[in-house]
């Protein structure tokens, strides 16, 4: 894995590249407004994967900010794992000392077990990025007939999704007497839960995990 800081070629913010899977993410986090559309098809046309992260403090225009959920993006801030609710800003004095995430939501979907339907969720950015680049997780449009709010209400527009939590939302929908494919299929394995990353002291000390 390697990674390119304000790529020339690309202008990316943040060129990620995996080797063994031959994918790269082209990141670029977002302020204002700007063309979304002709920035990342320059990007996918040099074989990029394009990421939008727009941050909370953001002045977007509502046709911006509409555009986020067509082209590629996602909102993303700092939290604590032990307020998984609470923005942080670690970067202002007297901020509580605490181990931060960064956190991705706004178009990242799940398969909800229950509904069997995509759902809305938020993940660390770094588990995103992973799967990403491992080609698990890609930019679609499901469809408002397997892409649902809480309310049950179909939702438009693109989302990161895992494939095959999309197959088995298709699966799901279709009605068919089909059983779903299993984590450990060629479509991609659960990705791991949530653990807390260790500090800098336990970096340096060790602690047992690998």
Known sequence: ????????????????????????????????????????????????????????????????????????????????????????????????????????AGTIARLDDSSGTLRGTQLPLMRVVDEILDGKRNWIFPGSNVFKNRSGAGRTGGAWVRNIDYTNALIRASGLNIQPLPETSFYGRRSAPIVRPLSFLELDTGDGRT
Not at 18 to 26: E, G, I, K, P, Q
């Open 1 to 104: 894995m390697r990674a390119i800081v304000e790529d020339y070629e690309s202008n990316a913010d943040v060129l990620i590249l995996n080797d063994v899977t031959n994918r790269s993410l082209a990141i670029e986090v977002q302020r204002w407004d700007t063309d979304i559309h002709h920035r990342t098809e320059h990007r996918l046309s040099l074989g990029h994967e394009v990421l939008w992260l727009i941050t909370d403090s953001a002045q977007l225009s509502p046709e911006m900010r509409h555009q986020v959920y067509l082209g590629r993006g996602a909102f993303i801030r700092v939290r604590t794992f032990d307020q998984p609710y609470v923005a942080l800003k670690p970067w202002e004095q007297g901020a509580p000392r605490c181990v931060p995430v960064m956190e991705v």
